[in-house]
């Protein structure tokens, strides 16, 4: 950053009101205060969470998103159950059921899982990872506003949390027929789970302050 | 003015996408200056959005209920499969744990969000300071769980995927399970076009 401060819209802005933090949930208007760790800001009015302390930086962000997509390959290229019956073996992979659902008339789930299983977490990571990548040096992406606004949108469509406890009930379910066995894949997704809880304590917010405009 | 100013109070608005804290400019059409979003004092037509978006997902919430969701062939025998009926199934053989969850994730949050936002959108239109806190922490609810509901749209997603073997056995997706799916993605649409501010927006500030 320069020493100079520059003329735009957002510096002048922060000048401002940069110390200042409202309610999502009710408009308060609070001062911000320095978390330490474990820190949760709760809104006096509303008690809704108002900022958490932070304690994951952009390396720590970046790698844990580089994880998550590792985890993300591993449980969409390797079948999820393996149901056998008379000798016969079905392996079922994302892909296979979203392709299922499709040619047995119900486009519609077809594609609600296809978008909310594959296309929106698979978004997310790499608008994810195109952020933090150049965030991790301190300089803001290319196309920066417009992605962290999109990743805003995508934000409430991602479920894969609700997939593993998907697999779990149809695994008993086939079990009261067939000889069914949860392949590598679960095991990917429930990594995956637990990543995605991880990550759902991080604001992806602050990256709008921790990755500064870089002087133009 | 009170212990714990407002927004509006102090001529500030919060950017609702990326959190910026920005000066009223009483203009119309103002635009966040970080991320560009249009700047809203109140989500824009929130009731009317939200109403809509209820009623459509209560319109497609009776099929979803009465329509069966599945059908499970087996042998030539054909059973036809409600979200109900599933749950009864699985409690009666030998997982009644899982059955409750079913039974919560498909029935009871659903429910719960019709309930919950009916009443929410109700008491923000009269206004009323009737427990505006516990109204809060149900809105909070009801945005963190409302997305689990489409448990039953994957579990017969899988096994359509999984049982298929012709005659002897074969797992189908009926229409309900279309029409429940669109169901969550409405009551989903319906809690995130709510705005809680609402709640807050009365005369006396007894709080």
Known sequence: ?216 | MSALPRAHELGLIGCHVCGLVCRDTQIDHAACPRCGSSLHRRKPYSCMRTWALLIAAFIFYIPANVLPIMRTVSLGDVDDNTILSGVIELWQKDSPDLAVIVFTASIVVPMMKFLVIGTLLLSAHRGTPWARRQRAALYRLVEFVGYWSMLDVFVVALLTALVQFGFFSQVEPLPGVVYFGLTVVLTMLASQSFDPRLIWDCQDDDD
């Open chain 1, 1 to 216: 950053m320069s020493t100079t401060p520059p003329a735009s819209m957002e510096h002048a802005q922060k000048a401002m009101t940069s110390d200042l933090l409202i309610c999502e949930h009710c408009d308060t208007v609070y001062r911000r205060r320095l978390l330490a760790r474990g820190d949760v800001a709760r809104c006096a009015r509303c008690h809704a969470v108002l900022e958490r302390h932070q304690r994951i930086g952009l390396n720590a962000m970046f790698a844990l998103v580089v994880t998550v997509m590792v985890v993300f390959v591993q449980a969409n290229v390797w079948p999820i159950i393996t149901l056998g019956f008379n000798g016969t073996e079905i392996h079922a992979t994302l892909w296979g059921i979203i392709i299922m659902m499709w040619k047995e008339h119900s486009q519609v789930v077809s594609v609600l899982a296809a978008c909310t299983l594959f296309f929106f977490p698979l978004c997310k990571m790499l608008l994810l990872g195109w952020l933090l990548a150049y965030g991790r040096k301190g300089r803001r992406a290319p196309g920066f506003r417009q992605l962290m606004v999109l990743l805003y949108y995508i934000g409430p469509w991602t479920m894969s949390e609700v997939f593993v406890l998907g697999v779990l009930v149809s695994i008993v379910k086939a079990h009261m027929y067939f000889d069914v066995t949860p392949d590598i894949g679960v095991f990917a997704y429930a990594a995956l789970a637990v990543l995605i809880t991880i990550f759902s304590s991080i604001d992806v917010r602050q990256l709008w302050e921790k990755i500064p405009e870089s002087p133009a």
